[in-house]
């Protein structure tokens, strides 16, 4: 019996069926693209309130290097969003509907407020920082209303086990963050100096009451439901982070009651808040530090790269700022000792971080060209 009849449109059929599959295969910079974690501009706000830090402490040339660093980061990471929203709509707008990956759109928010600090505290340039202002404070507006009406009316939501984590502080984050800027460019605004002062202290308390409402859920995921090493991610860092931010803010408008007569009129209420603020971000640090040891020493998780690590050295650097601002506007020289302890810890968890990316990206960059030369050498047929 011949065969060799049947052979050939069966070679022929696979051959037309293998066609299609090769021309959708994706390459790896597409496939990253794809993937890419909206919690990225955590980068941004990493390397930009450090380099403030740093720049408030004289560690000079330090700030330079990291502003230097930080202005083409933030673009590339906007480009890179643009891309991913233009190539891949679908898995962009799930994110933006997701539980897990939707709170981390809000650091383009925070990235964008930190950018505009370097900008006002750096460069001296307080138009651009009023641009960057007033830029977040559109995305702020977009973000927050969309994200959390997408969320609230979406039907097929997830337990609290897997819907939230440190994470969605990063709303507080992004709020507290224009209250920080807005600040600093308030002297550019004059005579319109008691509105600005009431839209800012009122943004202040709103991020203030968005931290009790998310946090309330998070302490009771925590506490009271099943928690494993692998739920310890990252941005649980932000538990301390969101309060340390809020002491910064409240003690910038703290300084600037000088200049306002309802901010001189609610001073000792600025005060006592910022306090408070500041001692719920001191009293995590021992708690995360506890569950980290807790997590990589007794139950050996492998420290390695991800991009959610970045939410973990922001925190390191605002209380470092945070403490250093609160201590100047108290008069309590004794806070003035603790940013310099911390703004090593925050330097050593940057690189270590800035170490991981660049070995990771080299890491897929071989692996991509060893993909594609491994394709290049096979026969065709």
Known sequence: MDTGAHRKPLVAADASRSAPRRKAARSPFDRLLMSLHPAYFAMVMATGILAVACRLLGFEPLPRILFALNVPVYAVLWMLTVARAVKHPRPFLADLRSHQRAPGFFTVVAATSVLGMQFAVQEHDLVAARVLWWCAFALWLVLTYGIFTALTVREDKPDLADGINGGWLTAVVATQSLVVLGTVIAPQLSGRTE???????????????LYIWIMSLIFYRCTFLRFTPSDLVPPYWINMGAMAISALAGALLVGAAGTSQLLASLLPFLKGFTLLYWATATWWIPMLVALGLWRYVYRKIPLTY????????????????????????????????????????????WLMTFLGLVVSLVSKTRSACFTSASVSRQPSR
Do not use: H, N
């Open 306 to 349: 991800d991009p959610l690590y970045w939410g973990a050295v922001f925190p390191l650097a605002m209380y470092t700022s945070a403490t250093y601002r609160l201590g100047l506007v108290l008069d309590a020289q004794a806070l003035l000792v603790v940013p310099r302890y911390f703004v090593a810890a925050a330097l050593t968890a």
């Open 195 to 209: 509105l600005v002062a009431l839209a800012l202290v009122s943004l202040w308390l709103a991020g203030g009451m």
